[in-house]
């Protein structure tokens, strides 16, 4: 069983920062790509961030320059600096990963989601 235990939202005011975390727990292989979702209200969750294995990382225009993404291998944990925050950042993050588990000789690779946090920028 694989689980993505994901916190670090909150209440911030335009112009605050926060910082997500979300770690990786269970009978793990490995951990490949993550990323980071989101949602607002009325409308479709959107890519805000990925990273790979390596560290690669790619991000939406609208978070690029005051998001950063990065991870920790040996926690398993990606974590998701949100600075310059805007009330148009006001959504549902989710934690996303693509996790490989072994069941006796058989590898398999999987994505899985958090359950999310809240993020709430306003004054």
């Known amino acids: 069983q694989v689980q993505l235990l994901e916190s670090g939202g909150g209440l911030v005011q335009p112009g605050g920062s926060l910082r997500l975390s979300c770690a990786a727990a269970?009978?793990?292989?490995?951990?490949?790509?993550m990323g980071w979702y989101r949602q607002a209200p009325g409308k479709q969750r959107e890519l805000v961030a990925t990273i790979t294995w390596n560290g690669r990382t790619d991000y939406a225009d609208s978070v690029k320059g005051r998001f950063t993404i990065s991870r920790d291998n040996a926690k398993r944990t990606a974590y998701l600096q949100c600075d310059s925050l805007k009330p148009e950042d006001t959504a549902v993050y989710y934690c996303?990963?693509?996790?490989?588990?072994?069941?006796?000789?058989?590898?398999?690779?999987?994505?899985?989601w958090g359950q999310g946090t809240l993020v709430t920028v306003s004054s």
């Open positions: 269970g009978s793990i292989s490995s951990v490949n790509a």
């Open positions: 996303n990963a693509d996790v490989t588990t072994k069941r006796g000789s058989f590898y398999s690779t999987n994505t899985h």
